[in-house]
């Protein structure tokens, strides 16, 4: 072997004097690591910030009767469209409603609108998405089905459902969540195919083990993320899609105070009392926004490949 | 005066769990013409050494210091701008993945065509024509036909002959060529070593061979460093390296090379392989880099990093233990 | 390559197919009764009938899918309810409006959208990243209603620079008929914007760490040509792609700032439609949008054969 000739250098001391490499200086501040649950929230603040914010918004939904509120539809002819003042904090509308308290109790409709969408569009989208991934025969009408749904623009969707039933909050959200059903199943069929494919999951197939075990085992843990994921995203967009029905008078009926009606009801005279207009919309915002973060956050923490990407 | 001086080079990256030390306190030169082969495992840093010379590293994260001169000129001091001049122009480079490394959306000659127009003020027709000529250059029959066709369209030797003749289209005076040959088949692998050799014979450049394939260094290269964990162990004339290897990490990098025919002369032995991992480039390592893997490691070795000394002239090795030769002068080198 | 153009164009036929079955099937979808519903509270039993009958809800159901496929194949969306004029003239008579608006946003947010993005995924964690990334949740989170007013509020009200709100036609002449469209595309493009923004932004991230966009810089190719060419041309596809999928929330976003800038166009006609319960009408708006999408959607697959040599079928 050509290194043979080497001397072998095993016994101290060494051959000759000791000549000690120079130190390197560090060219770069030091990086401080943080741990545990406060560096998760560092590392992803949208969850800190989002979550917050939403925990604020459950809150006052369900704190609504002891917030200093009256009786949000109690109407009061007399005292109509005053400005914001120490006793009506935003102000009331054009029946003499106090703005304040429909706006607080309005964050109950969208809250319950949000999760419910999210929630049964997640189930029922899983289940669809389930029968496409693992059913041949079944995935070609399934899919051709929600092609066609997902051509049909959502909010228009949900427009034309609404048209057909009477304006309640079951029905708005029994129609936006038929609007959303196609996303999830999508999703989850894809996720399927993919572990389909993976070595661990064949070898489990050609093992015989049956298939609702596979799917307990191997393929719903690996849905969880990305449907946590989307259904925070479909919450999001499920409270805007209220907003917008009731905005337009198709949603929730306007004897309950959900913040589209408000606006609604205030569009008449947004150009002199913007206020009626401006409080809601500052509300409904705040709460998209939260659980907008909050969907940011976890897709960047459950997602480690899309990672502060998107 | 070298063609390529880098001094002390050092690149640190920082990532969310700790500054990494890609290249700590490397220097060694590059003569005009010569070809010098920069030899490591993966992850030593030899990569990371070739992209800091043309300053491709991002910064931030990354962060180089230390000195590069090209023609006595400082690469660390100067704009981006003037950087761009170089690039392509005075410096080029080859990578090691030719599938990948055009861009798959333009075609091959607008690609060779590229640099001929920023660096030579060519126009398009002059720069295409160029590109055709460059294409018969490198080898790839009927240039006039592939300089219309898109990357996807060649196989993966062809790719790297355009990468080539996308560097030497503006005859570079040092081309670094990474990995240049890693990706692809063996009989590919001779013919593009082959034309590398040929080219560089009449362009006339100096080239950096960024290697772990030993064979490749035997053949081609006239000189060699070899780094490990972000540092320069040892540097010498290929004859001496291989045949007189003077840091252990290098005999063990030589000891892992099947020796073609050892079987039948009866010199077989076992091929050896360096046990252990390299270390963490994310904490600072205390004495030399290679003791946590060297068989032979004493507690002076855990403690006090060796310096580069010259072992024997133009032979220059980072090992406390590694013989002086007697003969000669052997100044001492502070690395 | 005209293989799969007629490939791709018979492929719509049958999605477009399903969306027709589905939208005709929301009668029977919908929970309750749709035509008690659509009747009102008022309605005698007799106008409850009538109703149902002009909805063709008393005949068999797949009699009557026929029979309204085949009218739609003329040309014939059915009559409105409470005009009774045809749904296919109420729809001619508004378009200009919405047609305009669409184009102008769609134009505005992709001029804006793109470079924000592109920029951002260049100065990826600098504060200008973080900016268009901010900008682009605020985008998704506040409904477009509410950009409305605000834009309406400080511009038209406030400052008194634009309009607050109506439509002047085309043919009146291109500058009030754009003065008039300013304020709503900027609030209809708002989510449009940022949808486009972050998927660019996330394209060009991906892009720009591919082993090409180091060659290119290996070549000394500068920063605009590395972004702008080498990148952005190899990012094409998927911002193109996203550019025809948010065609959907420039649809439904159009119902609601028609609205809101009293633009009369399609979605004031489905607003109107929804407080008059006039189901035709709402019917015929949410064919002809869903058709004008899958369109849309078709010339895209089409234009991906143009930004990427690789697809070539």
Redesign the interface.
Known sequence: MASATVASPAAPPPPHEVAAAPPMPDIMPPVKARRGVLGFLWRYPTIAIGGALLLLMVFVAVFADFLWTVDPTALAPARRTREPSAQYWFGTDMLGRDVYSRVIYGARVSLIVGFAVALLSSAVGLLIGLVSGFVRWADGIIMRVMDGMMSIPPILLAIALMALTRGSVRNVIISITIAEIPRVSRLVRGVVLSLREQPYVEAAIAAGTRTPVIIWRHILPNTIAPITVQATYICASAMIIEAILSFIGAGTPPIIPSWGNIMAEGRALWQVKPYIVFFPAVFLSVTVLAVNLLGDGLRDALDPRMAKRI | MALLEIENLQTHFRTPDGIVRAVDGVSFQVEAGETLAVVGESGCGKSVTAMSVLRLIPEPPGKIAGSIRFNGRELLGLSEREMRDIRGNEISMIFQEPMTSLNPVLTVGWQIGETLRLHQGLDKRAAEARAIEMLQLVGIPEPARRVREYPHQLSGGMRQRVMIAIALACNPKLLIADEPTTALDVTIQAQILDLMRDLKRRVGAAIVLITHDLGVVAEVAERVVVMYAGRKVEEAPVGPLFRNPRHPYTQGLLGSVPKLGSSLTGTATRLSEIPGLVPSLKQRIEGCVFASRCAHATDLCRKVAPALEAKAPGHLAACHYAPRESRGAAAMVAA | MYAYVARRILATI??????A???FS??Y????D?AA??AGDQATPEDVERIRQSLGLDRPYLVRFGAWLWDILRGDLGVSIFTNLPVSTMIAQRIEPTLSLMVVTLLFAVSVAVPMGVVAAWKQ?TLIDRMVMAFA??G???????VG??LA?VFA?ELDWLP?QGYTSFREGFGPWLENLVLPAIALGSVYIALIA??T??TM??VLQ???I??????????RGILFL?AL??AAVPIVTVIGIGI??L???A??TE?VFAIPGLGRL??D???R?D?PV??G??LL??FV??LVNLAIDLIYTL????IRY
């Open positions: 049958p999605v477009m197919a399903v969306v079955l589905f939208v929301l009668l979808i919908a929970p309750g749709p519903v659509i964690g949740v605020l998704f989170s506040v409904p477009v209603f509410v007013y605000l509020y009200l607050v972050r998927i932004r996330a991230l991906e591919q082993d090409y180091r060659t290119a810089r290996a070549k000394g190719v500068g920063q080498h041309k190899n959907a929330l649809i439904g976003g119902v609601v609205s489905t607003v439609a929804i407080l319960r189901y709402i019917q708006v949410v949008f869903s999408y899958v930004l990427d040599p690789r």
